[in-house]
């Protein structure tokens, strides 16, 4: 698997963009929530580059790119910044479940700007007591003449506190059910939650009080919420993977230029070898993990269902990352865990990976099901 010539010229050019353009803005930020016209700046500039648009059908505004070459751009945004990277990974699920299976008036509206990069969305499964088991989910929606009452909390929601709509998962007479909730049309509140990294996008609760919202914001058929979004749960979880590649990458071209430029026991670090076997194992783990990221991204590209492969990139994707930080922050010493270096950030939030999208735990059980045919879930 080789990345064609078009596909290197766009990282290339992307990387020198991020490099001149959105990383210093983004440092300058310093870790703290970003307002949203800030966060929706960066996108909109990214989204000249394909992000948030690539791999979707021109039809609806994308670009009728493939999966293969929109993670290979998100891998070098999240190079840079997973605070950025984090809004497209949310936004680019979020236009293909409303390009799916939105009606035509609801995608006509709401995906064009989502996809130039002027909007962003929130997708709201998670509540306080509903996280693995996502089929539990309560927040109730109940019928009034045309109309949905949503009333319920949601919790975890990436992007919740500048989204200019959620598509909040309901409990329904019918089963789980999608249903648009414009933030400026029909209202809900929301408060971000502070955590060990990743501040400057927003992880938010999510308060619908008797939110009144017409019947025709059903996204799909009510009742097949679960059902139908699977192939939606494969795109998030390459990106997941990808988002590992992208911290275990950063960590690793950090400890190269830092074992290379510190000096030890009359030699440069990088030349004892308990520290080569480090930079060694990053390096095979980063591929690794990018092999398996690229696999799923292929089968999706073919229309082949690959639950099972997205499984395994992303389980391993954020795991590896995990030890490639903690590792960096080993090779710089003390200078490690100082916010003068990078690779503290990067392992505060590499921790969070394993998390999000199904964790590592429910990849594994997922990944032995399809072995097996034996759930071992509940
Ligand atoms: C940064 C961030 C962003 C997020 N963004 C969103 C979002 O945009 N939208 C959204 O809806 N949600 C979002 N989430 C929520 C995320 O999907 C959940 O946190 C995740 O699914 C885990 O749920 P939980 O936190 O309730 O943990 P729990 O489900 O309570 O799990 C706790 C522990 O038990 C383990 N466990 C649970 N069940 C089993 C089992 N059957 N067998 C073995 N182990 C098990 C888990 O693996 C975990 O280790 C986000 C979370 C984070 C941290």
Redesign the pocket.
Known sequence: MFPTEEQTLACQSLRRFLDDRIEHAYLALDGAPMEKAVIQGFLKDLAGFGLTAAPHPEEVGGMGLDWLTHLMLFEEVGVSAMDIA?PIL?NVSGADLMIRLAPDPLRDRYVPPLLAGETSI?????????????AAVTTRARRDGGDWVISGE???????RFADFLLC?CATEEGLTHILVDREEHGFETRD?H?LA?NGQS?AQIFLDEVRVPIENTIGVAGRGLQQTLVVFERARIHMAMWGVALARRALEESIRYATERSQHGRKIAGHQLIADKIATMATEVDAARLLAWRAAGLIDREIRCDTECAMAKWYGTEIAVNATRQAVQIHGGNGVTTDFIVERLAREAI?G?????????QK?LIARSLTGVS???
Do not use: F, M, Q, Y
């Open positions: 984090i949310i929130a997708i709201g499964i998670s509540e306080p007591a509903v996280g693995s088991d996502v949601k919790t975890w929601i990436s992007n919740g998962t939650i955590k990743l992880t969070i394993p998390i999000p999208d199904g964790t590592t735990e429910i059980l071992a879930i509940r």
